[in-house]
């Protein structure tokens, strides 16, 4: 069965300073991947998403990822954190041929420092 | 309204009564998704209904659980004889189809069985 694994719980960056957040999957094929992020009272809100193509996906709010088949890893990057990035953020992947159900992992809650 | 709307936001309930949870998914919508999101936890993914077909319940963890979507719009997530297992935020995505579409999510509903 596919896993998503965020093997980061809690993650505190000062604010200027550069974010990566890991994620790790288990899947028989190449899946859909994406990141998503939960502000407090907020519903989960799409940063970016793989299909294909290109390995390293633009989104929104100046945040990357780069999908690294080798390491079954979909890690999510920002150069310069700013305090309104402070969130839960969520990896999840979808079957290759599209549809219905996303596998989430199981979160990493960002702090900021200011 | 713009977004996927879910009612009530928050809900306190008496261990072993039944409760409705709403969604109105964004107009046009075909596909609409039910996920329960433990404290702690990733998100779990419930129901699926797209169109006509028939729905996919592989996600329902009990015979309580149910869901009924009238055409391609409401749709109402049951729970019967609640138990305290049960509370969790419940959340309710859409999306245009299957294949690569978005998944939009709702603020969703904090259940808290007492």
């Known amino acids: 069965a596919q896993s998503v694994t965020q093997p980061d719980i809690h993650i505190t960056v000062s604010e200027g300073a550069s974010l990566e957040l890991r994620c790790n999957y288990s899947?028989?094929?190449?899946?859909?991947l994406f990141w998503y992020v939960q502000s407090p009272g907020q519903g989960l809100q799409l940063l970016l998403k793989?299909?294909?193509?290109?390995?390293l996906v633009q989104g929104i709010k100046g945040f990357e990822a780069e999908f690294k088949r080798s390491q079954s890893s979909f890690n999510l990057r920002k150069p310069s954190v700013h305090w309104s990035d402070a969130a839960e953020y969520f990896c999840?992947?979808?079957?290759?041929?599209?549809?219905?159900?996303?596998?989430f992992g199981t979160g990493t809650q960002l702090k900021v420092e200011l | 309204g713009a977004g996927v709307s879910q009612s009530p936001s928050n809900k306190v309930t008496e261990k072993g009564k039944d409760v409705e949870l709403r969604c109105d998914p964004i107009?046009?919508?075909?596909?609409l998704y039910w996920y329960r999101q433990r404290l702690g936890q990733g998100l779990e993914f419930l129901i699926y209904?797209?169109?006509?077909?028939?729905?996919?319940k592989s996600g329902l963890p009990s015979d309580r659980f149910s869901a009924e979507r009238t055409g391609e719009s409401v749709s109402t997530l049951t729970i019967q004889r609640t138990q305290q297992e049960d509370s969790a935020v419940y959340l309710c995505?859409?999306?245009f189809g299957t294949g690569r579409e978005t998944q939009y999510f709702g603020p969703g509903t904090r259940l808290l069985v007492l």
């Open positions: 999840a992947v979808g079957p290759p041929g599209g549809g219905n159900k996303l596998t």
């Open positions: 107009s046009g919508h075909t596909a």
């Open positions: 793989y299909f294909s193509g290109d390995t």
């Open positions: 995505a859409s999306s």
């Open positions: 899947y028989g094929a190449t899946p859909y």
């Open positions: 209904f797209q169109g006509n077909s028939a729905p996919d």
